[in-house]
T-cell receptor, first 116, second 111 residues
Framework: NAGVMQNPRHLVRRRGQEARLRCSPM?????VYWYRQLPEEGLKFMVY????????ESGMPKERFSAEFPKEGPSILRIQQVVRGDSAAYFC??????????????FGPGTRLTVT | DAKTTQPPSMDCAEGRAANLPCNHS???????VYWYRQIHSQGPQYIIH?????ETNEMASLIITEDRKSSTLILPHATLRDTAVYYC????????????WGLGTSLAVNP
């Protein structure tokens, strides 16, 4: 069973460009989460999605950031007009169905975004 | 979700057991204790979780005190590859599925 896939692994963008980060959850998982980790800091929750629905976006910046998890295809985290402060590692995780396993989240290798 | 407290760092000799403590004195009855680790620059890795009974899997054992105010993650025979930051998270079993991460314990396994 393949793990959570993220691509690209490394992404370099100039200030003002758009960044698109992709995440394919583990097979059978319908819940996807995005977390951000700034250099030398801990992980911060951004958004939790199920297929075609945003369940909790309480950690998403109000502007420039959006996320989707369409019926078909990977989840996408989109950052418009990137700034240097967006440079970070972005991790995607997925979890199996069933509330008893809600805390079992399986993480991808991350996308390291560098804004120049 | 209840706050957890962990020591910032610990050392362990290779081959010995690593015992990582976590305090969660305000944990409520329906909150589970989860353990994750993050090896440098990699994505976090789920280790184990429990509610009130001790748990064991192929990676580790989790010992939860009877009053549930603290727990210990045990790596029975630590290897150099176990060097990582270990996170203890108390989480409600309800529908709010985000994980709130603290600073964790940085475990250094020494040869």
């Amino acid at each position: 069973n393949a793990g959570v896939m993220q691509n690209p692994r490394h992404l370099v963008r100039r200030r003002g460009q758009e960044a698109r980060l992709r995440c394919s959850p583990m097979k059978g998982h319908s819940h996807v989460y995005w977390y951000r980790q700034l250099p030398e800091e801990g992980l911060k929750f951004m958004v939790y999605l199920q297929k075609e629905n945003i369940i909790d976006e309480s950690g998403m910046p109000k502007e420039r950031f959006s996320a989707e998890f369409p019926k078909e295809g990977p989840s996408i985290l989109r950052i418009q007009q990137v700034v240097r402060g967006d440079s970070a590692a972005y991790f995607c995780a997925s979890s199996p169905p069933g509330s008893g396993r809600a805390g079992e989240q399986y993480f991808g290798p991350g996308t390291r975004l560098t804004v120049t | 979700d209840a706050k957890t407290t962990q020591p910032p760092s610990m050392d362990c000799a290779e081959g010995r057991a690593a015992n990582l403590p976590c305090n969660h004195s305000t944990i409520s009855g329906n909150e589970y204790v989860y353990w994750y680790r993050q090896i440098h620059s990699q994505g976090p890795q789920y280790i184990i979780h429990g509610l009130k009974n001790n748990e064991t899997n192929e990676m580790a054992s989790l010992i939860i005190t009877e009053d549930r105010k603290s727990s210990t993650l045990i790596l029975p025979h630590a290897t150099l590859r176990d060097t990582a930051v270990y996170y203890c998270i108390a989480r409600n079993a309800g529908n709010n599925r985000k994980l709130i991460w603290g600073l964790g314990t940085s475990l250094a396994v020494n040869p």
